[in-house]
Each structure stands twice: as structure tokens, then as C-alpha cells.
T-cell receptor, first 113, second 112 residues
Framework: GESVGLHLPTLSVQEGDNSIINCAYS??????FIWYKQESGKGPQFIIDIRSNMDKRQGQRVTVLLNKTVKHLSLQIAATQPGDSAVYFC????????????FGKGITLSVRP | DGGITQSPKYLFRKEGQNVTLSCEQNLNHDAMYWYRQDPGQGLRLIYYSQIVNDFQKGDIAEGYSVSREKKESFPLTVTSAQKNPTAFYLCASSIPGNTEAFFGQGTRLTVV
């Protein structure tokens, strides 16, 4: 697969533990903050998003937290599984004309059996 | 099956040659994007298009060109002006304004 995870920060967790992946963003004007997951050799896949006027949103086994005061976004994965091993990207988007999706650098999550 | 297709998966070119990467989608999405991904880096936006016959430069457009003559297609040309073209290129599409973008499998371009 593609070696896109090389040299990225790595988070190593034990299978079954909870994972917390953090991201600092820069654009306070973004309307949405989003998490994507990229498995080896594949394109990124959408996980969950959160609107800028919210501070928490839950999905299936995942929770996204937004702290606008310190411009911090986190993704919590409950009961981490081997299939969660991937590179995780935070992204941000403004709505409106010519809106674009801007990605952060990514973090590699490695799940130990 | 609906989806977004990039071809080819691997592409080799000699330095100084232009090369065009294909991206086709049958999701009926108006918005399409091209990103470049290098080891240890995130996805950097090259060009994006919100509607047919219109496109905008992203953060690293220099040395690249695009066209959007059809809704389904958004080809990217890597020109000889791009100083470091070897990279993994990803195409995506979405409904404009939506946060969920659908990505292709990527094209690995190697320039020798």
C-alpha cells in the first residue's frame, strides 16, 4: 500500500482500549470540522463531522469533541479494534460559494493485539 | 455500482513530459477535488470545481492544470512546470456544501 503514514505522528493503543486522536485547527471561520480515515492503499473515508456551533457529537463507537476556545478537535474511538489501524485526518470546511475541504497532516493509529 | 474511479493506479513518466490523470464519477456530484499526498504530509488541495465549466485553484496549483467539461470528469494534468511531481494523487467528489467527500483509490505518479 501507499506509505503515506511514514513520518506522521503515531498513536499506539492496545486492542480493546479507547483511543483519543487530537487535532489543532487554524481557521476559526470554518463551519464544519470533519474526521476521515485512510487505510493503507485506499483513499480517505468519511467518519464523522461536527458543526462549528456544537461541542460534541456521537456516532457508532466514535465521538468527536470540539473546543473552539483553544481551536482543538478530537476523535474518540471506543473499544479500539485492529481494523481501526489507519491514518486519521481532521479536516475543515466552510459552506457557501467556492467552499473547499482542507485537511490536516494526519496521525497514524496503530492497534496492538 | 456508484463510485469514483481514478486511472491508472500507477503511472511512470519521464521528466519534462506532461501527464494527465483521469478521474471519473457516476455519483452525480457537482463538486470535484484533486489532492496531492506525500509521505508524512496531509492532503494538499490542488484544484477544485463546484460545477461544470468552473474550477478554482487550491493551495498548490502551480504546475498543474484541470478542466471540467463534463460533470462526471475532472482530469488533472501535471505539467513539466511542476518541480516535484512524484506523489500520490487523490481525486474526490461531493455534493457541494456537504462534508462527506468520496475519494478514488488514487494514482501513484513517479517521474524519472
Amino acid at each position: 500500500g501507499e506509505s503515506v503514514g511514514l513520518h506522521l505522528p503515531t498513536l499506539s493503543v492496545q486492542e480493546g482500549d479507547n483511543s483519543i486522536i487530537n487535532c489543532a485547527y487554524s481557521n476559526s471561520a470554518s463551519d464544519y470540522f470533519i474526521w476521515y480515515k485512510q487505510e493503507s492503499g485506499k483513499g480517505p473515508q468519511f467518519i464523522i463531522d461536527i458543526r462549528s456551533n456544537m461541542d460534541k457529537r456521537q456516532g457508532q463507537r466514535v465521538t468527536v469533541l470540539l473546543n473552539k476556545t483553544v481551536k482543538h478537535l478530537s476523535l474518540q474511538i471506543a473499544a479500539t479494534q485492529p481494523g481501526d489501524s489507519a491514518v486519521y485526518f481532521c479536516a475543515e470546511k466552510r459552506t457557501g460559494a467556492n467552499s473547499k475541504l482542507t485537511f490536516g497532516k494526519g496521525i497514524t493509529l496503530s492497534v496492538r493485539p | 455500482d456508484g463510485g469514483i474511479t481514478q486511472s491508472p493506479k500507477y503511472l511512470f513518466r519521464k521528466e519534462g513530459q506532461n501527464v494527465t490523470l483521469s478521474c471519473e464519477q457516476n455519483l452525480n456530484h457537482d463538486a470535484m477535488y484533486w489532492y496531492r499526498q506525500d509521505p508524512g504530509q496531509g492532503l494538499r488541495l490542488i484544484y477544485y470545481s463546484q460545477i461544470v465549466n468552473d474550477f478554482q485553484k487550491g493551495d498548490i496549483a502551480e504546475g498543474y492544470s484541470v478542466s471540467r467539461e463534463k460533470k462526471e470528469s475532472f482530469p488533472l494534468t501535471v505539467t513539466s512546470a511542476q518541480k516535484n511531481p512524484t506523489a500520490f494523487y487523490l481525486c474526490a467528489s461531493s455534493i457541494p456544501g456537504n462534508t462527506e467527500a468520496f475519494f478514488g483509490q488514487g494514482t501513484r505518479l513517479t517521474v524519472v
